[in-house]
Every structure is written in C-alpha cells, then in structure tokens.
C-alpha cells in the first residue's frame, strides 16, 4: 500500500470512528480529506458515504450533488437514485420520491429498503393497493421485516379487513413480542374483533413496555368506558396522565369519565388541563353534549361565558 492510499483509508477510518461517536461535523472534516486526496474523487463508496452524513445533516442539496456525483460515475448504481428518494421523502415530496425508489428498483429487483419506503410513500399519498403490493414485495424478500407486518397490519385494519390485519400483527408480535406499537395494534385488532379480554391483555403489554405511548392508556380506559366502568377507566387514564402529564386529550377523556361518575368539579378542572395543553379542546369541548353538565357550574360559565 502506498503512503497515499495509506492516508485515503486512514481519512475514512477516522470519520467513521466520529460517526459511531456522533461527532458529525468532525467525520465531515475527515471525509472532505479523504475527497480531496487522488482517489477520493472516483471513489463511489466514499461519495455514498459523503452524502449518507450530508443527509444525516439535513443538508439535503449538498447530499443530492454527491448522490448525483455518483450517478455520473455509475448511471446503474441504485443505492445513489435510493438516496436522492429518501431525501424527497423526507421533504414529503412524495411523487419525487416515487421516481427515484422504483428507479432504484429497476436497476436491483432485489433491493427490499426500496421497496419498504416505496410502500410508506404510496400509503402516505392514499395509494393504499400499491402500498399493500410493496409491503408484500418486502415480506417476500425478506421474510422476517418487523416494520413490514406491522405497516401491513395498520393498513389492514383501516380497511376494516380485521382477520387479515390479525394474521400480519400477530406475525409482527412473534418476531418482537417486547415493542410496545406492534403490543398495541393487538389490542386495536383485537377490540375490533370483539375479544375484549385479550385486547386488554395486549394495552397493559404494551403499557409495560412503554408507559409513554398514551393511546395504550386512552384505548384501555375506553374499554373500561364501554363497559360502563368509569371508575376503572378513570384508574387507568389517571395512570396515562401521570406518565404522559402533557397530552390534552388524556384530561379530555377523563373528564368524560368523571361527568358520569357525577363529579363535576373534577371534570371541570381536567377540561381545563386539556385546553391548556391544546386549544382545540376548548371549541371542541362547547359543542360536546357529554359535557353538557358542567355548563351548569358556575366556573364554566365565569370562565366561558
């Protein structure tokens, strides 16, 4: 190896050591020193790498000149059009994004990570049948993709296709039976099924495992609601809003609980909290016939009217 070639890896080495550490802006130095040397220009993994931390960056136009540096070095390389996707799709420029994934698709039939954000592109513009036939594409790949079962599971679901939706999440919760969203799209599925009991196995799952995700809460309480057991859901969204103090809509709900627990000044006040949080709540709230026995209080109406 000759002093040259010597310091080119030796550049790329000590950026990546700062990239495993975070330390972006000195990987960058590094990277520009290793461009600059005489192999540095013609380098496609290099370049890739270049404009992978440009991106990390958010320093979306320089990444799209590297990843269009690549191109001009190898028209066929996918990994280059996959980059310039993923930059769309950051920006949510979606139909952008949808050019430069299935060209990077064309040039590798097998490049499942194209695939997988094709998918998540067509769902977030409505294109639900596409977004379903790349999920599918993914899972065939790669049988084994968490994130794929669950997306699928969530599309299936919205489609109120509950039995097809079951057989993804339940997929998705054998190959993580610890991550607390696919633990929760169980509970969905499940309620809407009708198997209450194993819905409410799956929230309290779910909750262990992230006591921070509120809808666990808020979707368990409502059980409870639906059951007329106000006094065990206002147990659990109480739980949900020691854990999660900032989301408007726990108080919301709870206030909801208390008016037919008749204990309208605890209601008043969680109304209160959720506006706080979120003036939604407040217009929201007036045209709320739930709520209808507060406005008799002599609070609500110094306060609003």
Known sequence: MTNNSYMFENY?????????????????????????????KTDIELILDIALLYSE??????AEEKFMEVISLDIKEPRAYYGIGVLYDEKK????????????????????????????VYDELGETAKAIENYKKVI????????????????????EENEIALEYTKKAVLL?????????NMGVVLNKLGREAESIEYYNKSINQNAEYAFSFLNLAVIY???NKFEEA???????????????FLYYNRACFYVHLNKLQEAFQDVIKSIE????????????????????LDEYKNRFE
Do not use: C
């Not at 960056?57 to 320089?62: A, I, T, Y």
């Open 12 to 40: 790329i080495n000590l950026a990546r050591s700062f990239i495993a550490g975070k330390e972006y802006d000195k990987a960058l130095r590094f990277y520009d020193k290793a461009y600059n040397t005489e192999f540095g």
């Open 277 to 296: 949080q979120n003036n939604f709540f407040e217009q929201y709230m007036k045209e709320d016939e739930e709520l209808d026995t507060i406005r008799q």
């Open 93 to 120: 420029e979606y139909k952008e994004a949808v050019k430069y994934y299935k060209k990077a698709i064309e040039l590798d039939e097998g490049y499942d990570r194209a695939y997988f954000f094709l998918a998540n």
């Open 140 to 159: 065939k790949l790669v049988p084994n993709d968490f994130w794929a079962h669950v997306n699928l599971g969530v599309i299936y679901e919205e489609l």
């Open 176 to 184: 993580n039976q610890t991550h607390y969203k696919a633990l929760f």
């Open 225 to 227: 609601r639906e059951e």
């Open 234 to 248: 206002v147990r659990i969204i109480s739980q949900g809003i020691e854990n999660n103090p900032e989301e408007g």
């Open 57 to 62: 960056l958010q320093l979306f136009k320089d």
